[in-house]
């Protein structure tokens, strides 16, 4: 039997010295079986398309997926197959936003396959505005259309625009304000030869003093005479006015007017607008009319006096017809010279 020759290895003498720095070698079958050993790991199925076997496509009852490994492993699947007519509908997310609970896109699309809500055509022109998808609009029509019809909103504001356009209108403002114009007179005297209690308004006690109150006043436009308004037009060489015409200019002054009333009721019922409009610790008081005279004058003021059984107009309308019809509403009047 014939044996190999031993191979024996010898070592080449070195000179002494420093050992030499010994580098580690790679060698390219071990990388080799390093990458192979991991790839005899476990790996995970390759799938291939869906495809229906030939048993199964002349029924068309149920379809295979084929599943091969890398391993050389198939593995097959079989399912029924989804009947096209029978499909579920997509499920509407209407309450999610885009973006929640998937891709927004989708969320999109999902929306777009919504089927939008109908309404009858009675619930446009003014019925019931709840949706009827899934129902059957000819039943629930049928009772709206039974009722009556209500009557459209605009038609009425439509009616009151044009009425305030007419002269009917016109006349009926123009009678109101000669109205408010004469339920007042403004005295800078006292008009009384006897002296007779007269009823004024106390309104905004102070929290210091609970006994004092002042006196309700409006600033009121009280014209000047003619001599003021002749010195006027001299000192600005303003031509003379011939007789007949309107004078050239014409000199008021803004003072307050303490606003007095002849009878108590009367009082009472003003003072009840006054608390309305939101004014606080409103109370009537009775003073003499010679010594209210004598104290209006002192302080240069006027005096609005209602007579006892004079119409008693709202606040705003008195307002108004002191300051000489000067408002920023533009729907009252701007001035009186119509009047």
């Known amino acids: ?22 580098r580690p070698v790679l060698r390219r ?3 080799h079986g390093s990458r192979r050993a991991r790839a005899c790991g476990p790996r995970r199925p390759r799938m291939s398309p869906a495809r229906a076997s030939p048993q199964q496509s002349s029924s068309c009852e149920c379809c295979e997926r084929i599943l091969r490994y890398t391993d050389g492993t198939v593995r097959t699947i079989r399912y029924p197959c989804p009947d ?27 929306m777009r396959r919504m089927p939008r809500p109908s309404w009858p055509a009675g619930d446009v022109a003014g019925g019931s505005a709840t949706p009827t998808a899934g129902r059957d609009t000819t039943a629930a029509s049928a009772p709206a259309s039974a009722a009556p019809e209500a009557k459209p909103a605009w038609n009425a504001a439509a009616e009151f625009l044009s009425y305030v356009g007419t002269d009917e209108y016109k006349e009926a403002r123009r009678a109101e ?8 007179e403004v005295c800078n005297g006292c008009p009384f030869v006897m002296t007779k209690p007269l009823y004024v308004l106390s309104v905004g006690r102070s929290a210091q003093d609970a006994d004092y109150g002042r006196g309700y006043t409006i600033r009121t436009e009280v014209a000047d005479t003619n001599e003021q308004a002749d010195e006027m037009a001299r000192v600005l060489q303003l031509k003379n006015q011939k007789e007949g015409e309107a004078p050239i200019l014409r000199v008021r002054r803004m003072l307050d007017g303490l606003v007095v009333f002849e009878g108590e009721d009367d009082a009472q019922q003003f003072a009840e607008y006054l608390e309305d409009d939101g004014h606080l610790d409103v109370a009537v008081a009775s003073v003499d009319a010679h010594e209210l005279f004598r104290m209006t004058n002192d302080v240069k003021a006027v005096v609005v006096l ?7 107009p709202s606040i705003s309308q008195l307002t108004v017809a002191l300051n000489g019809g000067r408002t920023n509403n533009p729907l009252e009047t701007s001035s009186f010279d119509d009047i």
Request: proline fraction near 13%; hydrophobic fraction near 30%.
């Open 84 to 110: 096209k007519d029978s499909s579920p509908e997509p499920r509407a997310r209407a309450s999610l936003p885009p973006g929640v609970g998937g891709d927004g896109a989708s969320a999109a699309q999902t």
């Open 306 to 312: 209602f007579r006892e059984g004079n119409y008693i």
């Open 29 to 31: 079958s071990a990388l």
């Open 1 to 22: 039997m014939l044996q190999s020759p031993a191979t024996t290895m010898h070592r080449a003498p070195t000179a002494p010295g420093p050992a030499p720095c010994r």
């Open 177 to 184: 304000w000669r109205k408010v114009r004469a339920s007042y």
